[in-house]
């Protein structure tokens, strides 16, 4: 079935370093939205690509589309502790109003 | 401005009780509707999804169930619950078929 892998599951950085989270679809997609959970909280809508190889910046952070439209990757430059959270991306299941979602990367920052 | 109320936002239960989760949605007519379940540190479990009143997809084979009686209302429910259920419920809306989710601020469901 459509599958969306993410990786990695976590990413231990230092305050300033950078960090990045990949995402894999097994199909092409629609659209890549990307969200993040603070810990112990909700997930919230960052952002959605719906180009092939669009890049979008918010800040720090830096979003790509990929060309074939089935990977996507956000990029945090000089990670800050406020940036400590899961970051998700989810695409749209084929035909239907379900989001299929990856697993996740934990952002930590070591102390 | 659209807001989403999910309550409440702890709950301990005993194993074989039931459970009645409620979330709405204001400012908004005719949303998607989905409830989540997350493990501690995992990703997201879509467990229902709703296009409209009294429609109601099931992705989970499983001891709980949903149901939409209004338009803005969407509630999980189970008649017994197992230890396996505890985990964090997360209520959601989208406006259109490829658009953002929307979470409620979720529910911690610790089964004992």
Not at chain 2, 60 to 86: M, W
Request: aromatic residues 10%.
């Amino acid at each position: 079935g459509q599958q969306v892998m993410q990786i990695p599951q976590y990413q231990h950085v230092q305050e300033g370093e950078d960090f990045t989270t990949y995402c894999n679809s097994s199909t092409t997609l629609s659209n890549i939205q990307w969200y993040k959970q603070r810990p112990g909280g909700h997930p919230v809508f960052l952002i959605q690509l719906v180009k092939s190889g669009e890049v979008k910046k918010q800040k720090r952070l830096t979003f790509q589309f990929g060309e074939a439209k089935k990977n996507s990757s956000l990029h945090i430059t000089a990670t800050q502790t406020t940036d400590v959270g899961t970051y998700f991306c989810a695409g749209p299941r084929d035909s239907n109003y379900q989001l299929i979602w990856g697993a996740g990367t934990k952002l930590i920052i070591k102390p | 401005s659209q807001t989403i109320h999910q309550w409440p936002a702890t709950l301990v239960q005993p194993v074989g009780s039931p459970l009645s989760l409620e979330c709405t949605v204001e400012g908004t007519s005719n949303p998607n509707l989905y409830w989540y379940r997350q493990a501690a540190g995992r990703g997201l479990q879509l467990l229902f999804y709703s296009v409209g009143i009294g429609q109601i997809s099931s992705e989970v084979p499983q001891n709980l169930s949903a149901s939409r009686p209004q338009d803005r209302q969407f509630i999980l429910s189970s008649k017994k619950l197992l230890l396996s259920d505890s985990g964090f419920y997360l209520c959601a809306w989208t406006e259109g078929m490829n658009t953002e989710a929307f979470f409620g601020q979720g529910t911690r469901l610790t089964v004992v």
